[in-house]
């Protein structure tokens, strides 16, 4: 096993940059966490899950699809350097997973994969959360994971560019803190995880009435935070622009509580009222996904709840969901 | 990929956001986690403010009029040009002939810039900016009654108190991130009344609502003070130590019983009452007021009235409490602070003092500065229509759509012997320019805004802008030193607000490597102060709290026969103002594409009218075309026309009229006629 001592990691990070473009954790000036680059501040893997999608690095919020000059039509630019992207949870590394499969589904997304493919992933895990509290291990589905045991970075690798990466570092034997890892995890890791299950059954027996909807609608101002926060969302515009001498057409993350997002050409909206659009956004995840794609796609990452600015993320939904409707059937 | 932490340019909440930007493109926003404001939130406009910025209509070269078509040009051309003429029309016609329109959109620094170059410059007193359209009314009013035309209290005040009378502000849709705080409080339990006929979402989660008629608010809030005095409800200890001409205020709604009060408003007695109980019975009571109080033609008295009800119960210089004018622009409180007005310098400090005068005139290094007052924006356009005013100079706003009457002011602008505009696309009014000069946006720039609460905040530059443009403040010191004058030479921003803090005691602590997080309250008047988040705590700013009694006036014009709707105007989530930057936004204009009009159903279906059908909304002064949008959202007699849409503009329809002490229109009723176009 590898380490990573947090006095090294600077110039660990650092030496990966002549190789990959890189996107960290890192503090921005106010204090904010992001997944930026190197100049962007501070590297920091503590705190958890940073605000902002991480899978932003391969679909950023706007980006550009083609540009026609002339007749003849190019298409954007791959990325330069291979990615190497760090900072998933856990539960992010599902939400990477789920949208990758989104993704290569019928039509191949290859604007998407120019950024994914042989991007290089490294999680996050151990004692990094917020206040130093425990993010359950990840145990693969990346290239690498930082673990946190509270002083240095344990690093698991998981693939041959995982192995690369790490291979300079010097070795541990740090099992019995991995395993003391690996069992709190196992608790830690179930969190929240049957809340949502419990909610999409209640979804799925259509026990939530339509007055709940209108009620958490009335509390949604369509600010499309929730939507642009979560990293299994993919829905996106398309727009065009005109210049002098070419057309350039780039697409934007859009966002279901927009009412034009379902609005139909004869201007009828099948979704015409916050409390339907709010019902579709929970719906969508908890009773339509697990249909098509066997799961729930909410992998309770948190950040809707974050960036909701009146608490109607999914998990508090959910909450208030399970409370209300459980308890009136069992009564 | 480079993070740039600035400040939403859209309304006066100030949130605070990052730009990510791509090899010198904007691809995304975001939110600031620790911003006091936002706390990681933004509203939809928030979260597209950087989609407009590389639009393909930017300007990017400046243009002057040549055979009727705008035509590029070179800086040099285009600056000299300006001066030239600006100077020609003074000589022949006087220092006043000439106009200077400020923006709320732009710094602070660009604000006092502007104020400096129309006196120090071109000697004229002929500046002012679209606070004149939004809170004239406030400043006017709250300086009279406390001291200080500017919000008492700050957003984090609706954590923390007990009550929140909202009465004309759809704050959810207009200061979105304010409204959430709303929204919480009454979640966790504190009252709301909402007091506005239309049933904005605010009223959906609203102990009570009160759907008065347009233009009854005096009657309103006299109604409700009656009772409180009545049912002796205020709060006498601070009346007593704190406040003068009570006995006036008594004197004043003695007669104004709920009955009355309820003839004229439309409201029953019992709500009234119940308003006034409700209001007075809570240990921490906010008022938050928007246009809905302002942009009437007694706007001034709506305010001496907000103002009089809290001094009344004693909510004013505690957590939790406070007149609250919700300022509408990113920096429209900025633009007031910075002196973009006619009758003050910076801080508001009167051109009519002597030694203000004095004081601004060394410090720019100039013999004299003019010392009557000039001429508010609005009295402008009509002295433009009358051949009084010669030359106008706008920067960054576009009053062919904003403005009221249409008609009057296209007369006013075509009459012009010179019209200068300066703004980011070829807006409305740019396009009837005589020369136009391309600037820079806010993510092109450095600066600071004032946002709603008085915080000072950094602007920062994220991107050069396009093409030539120039950021505002460029393009004014060049306009300074092509004047001849050579008191405009600065290294940047930072150094303009050294000069402003040297020369505003409410600014006086303010300097850029103290603004860096999250910016500063003013007043600051000191470099060791850590700003003032509530004004008036142990005293007021004009020593002791002045009831100041409004009497009843109704709207100046009322609905008839033959314009037998009231007509009230606004803005809706998705768009900011004139459209120019949220109509070049993907998403937002997704959202609303077109005119429209909201019509209560019963009214539709005594007109035969479905929704969206094409109707012909017309006033005294003008006639568009929008589409019907039927919603109970209005009462019956009433409808609402957004002023975003060049090709169905609200203003082509509203009137003229202005309060005859802050000259702020009466954009909120007028009267108009509907039919269906077949």
């Given amino acids: 096993m590898k380490v990573l001592y947090p006095e090294h990691i600077p110039a660990f990070f650092t030496a990966l940059a002549s190789r990959f473009e890189l996107r960290l954790p890192v503090m921005l000036s106010d204090g904010t966490r992001t997944i930026g680059s190197l100049e962007d501040g501070p590297i920091a893997l503590m705190g958890g899950a940073v605000p902002g999608k991480p899978t932003a690095a391969f679909f950023p919020q706007q980006g550009p699809v083609f540009t026609a000059v002339e007749g003849a039509v190019l298409p954007s630019s791959d990325q330069a350097n291979r990615l190497f992207v760090a900072g998933f949870t856990g539960r992010d590394i599902d939400c990477l997973r789920f949208i990758d499969r989104f993704f290569a589904d019928g039509w191949r997304d290859d604007i998407y994969f120019r950024q994914r493919a042989g991007a290089v992933i490294a999680g996050v895990s151990g004692y990094c959360g917020p206040g130093g509290a425990l993010l359950p291990l990840i145990g693969g589905g990346c290239d690498l994971e930082f673990v946190c045991d509270g002083k240095c970075w344990l690093v698991l690798t998981y693939s041959q560019a995982g192995e690369g990466i790490a291979a300079e570092l010097p070795d541990t034997d740090a099992e019995e803190v991995l395993h003391q890892i690996r069992i709190e995890s196992l608790t830690a890791a179930n969190e929240g995880d049957e809340l949502i299950q419990r909610a999409s059954q209640l979804l799925r027996a259509n026990r939530v009435p339509d007055s709940f909807w209108s009620e958490i609608g009335d509390r949604c101002i369509s600010c499309t935070g929730c939507n642009l926060a979560c990293p299994t969302c993919t829905c996106f515009g398309v727009q065009d622009w005109r210049y002098a001498n070419n057309i ?36 969508h995840k908890l009773a339509a996904d697990p249909e098509r794609w066997g799961e729930i796609s909410c992998f309770l990452c948190g950040r809707c709840d974050v960036v909701c600015p009146t608490g109607i993320g999914i998990l508090a939904v959910a909450m208030e969901m399970v409370d209300r409707f459980e308890q009136e059937t069992i009564r | 990929m480079k993070r740039t ?68 040009a070179s800086w040099d051309e285009a600056i000299g040009l300006v001066v030239d003429r600006l100077r020609s029309i003074q000589q022949r016609h006087g220092y006043d002939s000439v106009m200077f329109s400020s923006s709320a959109k732009a710094t602070n620094e660009e604000n006092y810039l502007l104020m400096k170059l129309a006196r120090a410059v071109f000697a004229t007193n002929n500046i002012d900016h679209c606070a004149r359209l939004c809170h004239s009314s406030t400043v006017f009013g709250l300086a009279e009654t406390f001291g200080s035309g500017a919000m008492t209290n700050s957003i984090s005040c609706f954590d923390q108190t007990d009550l929140i009378l909202v009465i004309g502000s759809n704050t959810t849709e207009q200061h979105p ?30 102990d009570l609502h009160l759907r008065h008629k347009n233009g009854s608010d005096v009657a309103l809030i006299n109604g409700m003070m009656h009772v409180i005095i009545t049912e002796g409800l205020m709060d006498r200890l601070f009346i007593e130590q704190r406040t003068e001409n009570y006995a006036a205020l008594a004197a004043n709604v003695a007669d104004w019983t709920p009955e009355r009060a309820a003839a ?47 001094l009344l119960t004693g909510n004013l210089g505690r957590p939790g409490t406070g007149v609250n004018p919700l300022r509408g622009q990113n920096n429209v409180q900025g633009g007031c602070d910075m002196g973009a007005l006619p009758d003050v310098y910076s801080g508001y400090q009167k051109v009519a003092d002597p030694l203000q005068r004095q004081k601004f005139a060394r410090a720019w290094g100039v013999s004299t500065l003019p010392e009557r007052a000039g001429l508010p924006l609005t009295h402008a356009m009509d002295a433009a229509a009358s051949g009084l005013l010669r030359g106008m100079f706008i920067m960054g706003e576009n009053p062919l759509l904003s403005d009221p009457d249409q008609a009057h002011a296209r007369h006013a602008l075509e009459n012009l012997e010179l019209l200068v505009v300066q703004d980011i696309f070829l807006s409305e009014t740019a396009a009837m320019a005589d020369v136009v000069l391309p600037a820079a946006c806010y993510a092109e720039k450095e600066g600071t805004f004032t946002n709603t609460e008085r915080r000072i905040q950094r602007v920062r530059k994220a991107l050069d802008p396009p093409g030539e443009a120039l950021a505002d403040w460029e393009i004014i010191c060049a306009l300074a030193e092509r004047a001849g004058y050579g008191g405009m030479r600065y290294s940047g921003p930072s150094q303009v607000m050294d000069e402003i803090a040297s020369l505003t005691p409410i600014y006086g602590g303010i300097a850029y490597d103290r603004l860096d997080r999250h910016g500063l309250q003013w007043p600051c008047p000191g470099k060791s102060h850590s700003g003032t988040p509530i004004l008036h705590m142990e005293s007021f700013t004009r020593g002791l709290g002045r009831f100041s009694p409004a009497s009843y006036r109704p709207p100046a014009e009322a609905v008839d026969d033959e314009y037998p709707f009231v007509l009230t105007t606004g803005r809706t989530y998705f768009h900011w103002h004139t459209g120019t930057m949220t109509r070049r936004t993907h998403l937002l204009d997704r959202e609303e594409r077109t005119a429209f009009v909201e019509i209560h159903p019963d009214d539709a279906g005594r007109l035969d009218v479905r929704d969206r059908d094409e109707l012909l909304v017309a006033s005294r002064r003008g006639e568009i075309r929008v589409a019907a949008r039927l919603t109970a959202m209005v009462v019956p007699g009433v409808v609402f026309i957004p002023f975003h849409f060049a090709e169905g503009a609200a203003n082509a329809l509203t009137n003229n009229v202005l309060d005859p002490e802050s000259a702020i229109p009466e954009f909120k009723v007028c009267a108009v006629r509907i039919r269906r176009v077949v």
């Fill in chain 1, 248 to 283: 350039e057409r780039s697409r934007m993350w859009d966002s279901c509580q927009l009412d034009g997002f379902m609005r139909e050409a004869s201007g009828h909206n099948p979704l015409g009222s916050e409390a339907l659009r709010t019902r579709r956004r929970i719906h």
């Fill in chain 2, 5 to 72: 932490l600035t400040v939403c340019p859209y309304c006066g909440t100030g949130c605070s956001f990052y730009l990510v930007s791509d090899g010198g493109r904007l691809v995304g926003v975001e939110p600031s986690t620790t911003h006091p404001v936002s706390r990681g939130g933004l509203c939809v406009k928030g979260w597209n403010a950087f989609a407009f910025v590389h639009h393909s209509d930017r300007l990017t070269t400046p243009l002057i009029r040549r055979n009727g078509t705008l035509t590029p």
């Fill in chain 2, 177 to 206: 991130l304010i409204g959430t705080r709303i929204l919480n409080a009454a979640q966790r339990g504190a009252k709301l009344i909402v007091a506005d006929n239309r049933r904005i979402r605010l009223a959906r989660h609203a």
């Fill in chain 2, 264 to 310: 004229l408003t439309g409201l029953e007695a019992d709500e009234i009452v119940a308003a006034a109980r409700m209001f007075a019975a809570a240990g921490r009571a906010m008022i938050v007021y928007s246009m809905g109080i302002t942009q009437h033609s007694h706007g001034v008295d709506n305010v001496r009235c907000c103002a009089a009800l809290s």
